[in-house]
């Protein structure tokens, strides 16, 4: 029987083995889910509603051990844990007050004596999700999903075993019933067959683009609607006028938020000319002044990356980057110590062409790249595949707002601070970044049978 080990990057130590599932055990699940649906999606929403505090109380009573199960599994800082799991506990009761108005029916005038529109729970959902924010990956699909009242199978990232177990006990001590939310331990191999599955009616991912294209194919040649939130390189333009402390300070938490691992962090640093050098300073600064170690450490704010391939990966774009002419000006050296450890790095002069603007660089490493004026920041902000987050510092918000608005080719973006998500407003990208939306009306709309109902 196949195993799946979780691996503290901190330390290289073996967490805990966990025994996969088999193809057996997984049809199983997959058919238990289908029968789980069938009764949860007849309960009112209000009474779905009503799991949704009691998921809220149940991570703030574990809230040390999620945090602790997640900073061993994957490197992320201590605090960074709480946060999350404080960040799902909102969640739930974000979508407990409003999800039940966000799928109310939409009457629509008509020659008919009636029409609306109802939000019917569409079936099993699969999800397969990534390791950098283990908790809140997972929560921010299933919470309004499950309350649409859609079932959920779900296909953690290898590395986290233990966080996707736990999810499972938490909705299940919260009160779901049994089957509605499972979790499968399976290698990315076996994803294609439970897509395939009849029960399965949709596929979401957060992951890689590599990941993105593979569900997509299948969920495509099944006809099965699919959601993807994929990768990002996003912009972060400083311009002229921008007040350059709140910018760096911005910059620098953006970058090395969960150490550096999240799709929407600040990538690609597009800074006027005139004001680079300062930006640069500042920037580098605020990088050097947060700690880098144990991720259990109170003190520390760069943990491990999650895995020892993922920084040996990052070291190589780093690496390359500097062949094609780019600067380093700070970091850039793997620490002589045990643990995936990456330190705080500035690259200066990145262009086009090389992996620091190209690719995706998941972990501390800011990319600099100059611009002459507002016209030119624009267009490399742009120039890239992905389209998830953006950002532009600027003293005028109504610049700000322009660029936001009718210039940025992403689907998230900030005025005068980084780029984050929030239960209230829909999150996910455009071009390379993916497709559909996570969070507010939208995501909880996702999953749903948009159906119209005419009475003549
Ligand atoms: P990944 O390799 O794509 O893994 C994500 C999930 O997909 C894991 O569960 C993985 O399983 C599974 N998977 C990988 N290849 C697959 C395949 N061919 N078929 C089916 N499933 C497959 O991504 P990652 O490196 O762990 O995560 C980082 C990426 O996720 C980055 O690109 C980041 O930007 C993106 N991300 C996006 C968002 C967003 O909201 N847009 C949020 C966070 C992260 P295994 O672990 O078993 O391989």
Same mark, same amino acid.
């Given at each position: 029987?196949?195993?799946?080990?979780?691996?503290?990057? &901190?330390?290289?130590?073996?967490?805990?083995?966990?025994?996969?599932?088999?193809?057996?055990?997984?049809?199983?699940?997959?058919?238990?889910?289908?029968?789980?649906?069938?009764?949860?999606?007849?309960?009112?929403?209000?009474?779905?509603?009503?799991?949704?505090?009691?998921?809220?109380?149940?991570?703030?009573?574990?809230?040390?051990?999620?945090?602790?199960?997640?900073?061993?599994?994957?490197?992320?800082?201590?605090?960074?844990?709480? &946060?999350?799991?404080?960040?799902?506990?909102?969640?739930?009761?974000?979508?407990?007050?409003?999800?039940?108005?966000?799928?109310?029916?939409?009457?629509?005038?008509?020659?008919?004596?009636?029409?609306?529109?109802?939000?019917?729970?569409?079936?099993?959902?699969?999800?397969?999700?990534?390791?950098?924010?283990?908790?809140?990956?997972?929560?921010?699909?299933?919470?309004?999903?499950?309350?649409?009242?859609?079932?959920?199978?779900?296909?953690?990232?290898?590395?986290?075993?233990?966080? /996707?177990?736990?999810?499972?006990?938490?909705?299940?001590?919260?009160?779901?019933?049994?089957?509605?939310?499972?979790?499968?331990?399976?290698?990315?191999?076996?994803?294609?067959?439970?897509?395939?599955?009849?029960?399965?009616?949709?596929?979401?991912?957060?992951?890689?683009?590599?990941?993105?294209?593979?569900?997509?194919?299948?969920?495509?040649?099944?006809?099965?609607?699919?959601?993807?939130?994929?990768?990002?390189?996003?912009?972060?333009?400083?311009?002229?006028?921008?007040?350059?402390? #709140? &910018?760096?300070?911005?910059?620098?938490?953006?970058?090395?938020?969960?150490?550096?691992?999240?799709?929407? /962090?600040?990538?690609?640093?597009?800074?006027?000319?005139?004001?680079?050098?300062?930006?640069?300073? $500042?920037?580098?600064?605020?990088?050097?002044?947060? $700690?880098?170690?144990?991720?259990?450490?109170?003190?520390?704010?760069?943990? &491990?990356?999650?895995?020892? *391939?993922?920084? *040996?990966?990052?070291?190589?774009?780093?690496?390359?980057?500097?062949?094609?002419?780019?600067?380093?000006?700070?970091?850039?050296?793997?620490?002589?110590?045990?643990?995936?450890?990456?330190?705080?790095?500035?690259?200066?002069?990145?262009?086009?062409?090389?992996?620091?603007?190209?690719?995706?660089?998941?972990?501390?490493?800011?990319?600099?790249?100059?611009?002459?004026?507002?016209?030119?920041?624009?267009?490399?902000?742009?120039?890239?595949?992905?389209?998830?987050?953006?950002?532009?510092?600027?003293? *005028?918000? $109504?610049?700000?707002?322009?660029?936001?608005?009718?210039?940025?080719?992403?689907?998230?973006?900030?005025?005068?601070?980084?780029? #984050?998500?929030?239960?209230?407003?829909?999150?996910?990208?455009?071009?390379?970044?993916?497709?559909?939306?996570?969070?507010?009306?939208?995501?909880?709309?996702?999953?749903?049978?948009?159906?119209?109902?005419?009475?003549?």
């Amino acid at each position: 029987m196949s195993v799946m080990q979780a691996i503290n990057p &901190a330390t290289g130590d073996v967490i805990a083995t966990y025994q996969q599932h088999t193809a057996g055990e997984v049809a199983q699940k997959v058919a238990s889910a289908g029968k789980a649906f069938a009764g949860w999606s007849t309960t009112s929403i209000e009474d779905r509603a009503a799991l949704l505090p009691r998921l809220a109380s149940v991570l703030e009573a574990n809230k040390e051990r999620y945090a602790r199960l997640m900073t061993a599994e994957m490197g992320k800082p201590i605090k960074e844990a709480r &946060a999350e799991v404080e960040k799902c506990a909102w969640a739930c009761r974000y979508y407990a007050e409003h999800g039940p108005a966000y799928l109310a029916d939409d009457i629509v005038k008509t020659e008919a004596h009636k029409a609306f529109v109802a939000f019917r729970p569409l079936g099993v959902v699969l999800a397969v999700m990534p390791w950098n924010f283990p908790f809140w990956q997972v929560l921010r699909f299933a919470i309004p999903s499950l309350l649409a009242g859609n079932a959920a199978l779900l296909k953690h990232a290898s590395n986290v075993p233990g966080s /996707a177990l736990a999810l499972e006990e938490a909705l299940r001590e919260a009160g779901l019933p049994d089957g509605v939310f499972q979790t499968l331990l399976i290698p990315s191999g076996m994803v294609e067959g439970v897509i395939r599955h009849d029960a399965v009616r949709a596929v979401t991912l957060t992951g890689s683009n590599a990941a993105g294209r593979a569900i997509a194919a299948t969920a495509g040649a099944c006809l099965k609607k699919s959601v993807l939130e994929l990768g990002g390189s996003d912009p972060f333009v400083v311009l002229e006028d921008a007040d350059l402390d #709140k &910018a760096a300070e911005a910059g620098a938490a953006s970058r090395l938020f969960n150490t550096g691992q999240a799709c929407i /962090a600040a990538k690609r640093f597009i800074v006027i000319d005139s004001i680079a050098k300062k930006f640069e300073d $500042k920037l580098a600064e605020r990088l050097l002044a947060r $700690k880098m170690g144990d991720p259990m450490d109170e003190s520390v704010a760069l943990g &491990a990356l999650a895995r020892a *391939d993922l920084r *040996d990966e990052l070291h190589d774009q780093v690496e390359r980057s500097l062949k094609e002419g780019a600067r380093n000006i700070l970091g850039g050296a793997i620490p002589n110590e045990p643990g995936a450890f990456y330190p705080a790095t500035i690259l200066d002069g990145v262009e086009k062409g090389m992996p620091a603007f190209d690719e995706e660089l998941f972990g501390p490493v800011a990319s600099i790249i100059r611009a002459s004026n507002e016209e030119q920041a624009l267009k490399i902000a742009n120039d890239t595949p992905y389209g998830l987050g953006a950002a532009v510092f600027t003293g *005028d918000r $109504k610049r700000g707002e322009r660029i936001a608005r009718d210039h940025f080719d992403a689907g998230v973006c900030f005025v005068n601070d980084f780029v #984050k998500s929030d239960p209230r407003l829909p999150f996910g990208g455009v071009k390379e970044s993916g497709y559909g939306r996570e969070l507010g009306i939208f995501g909880i709309r996702e999953f749903t049978n948009i159906k119209t109902v005419v009475v003549a």
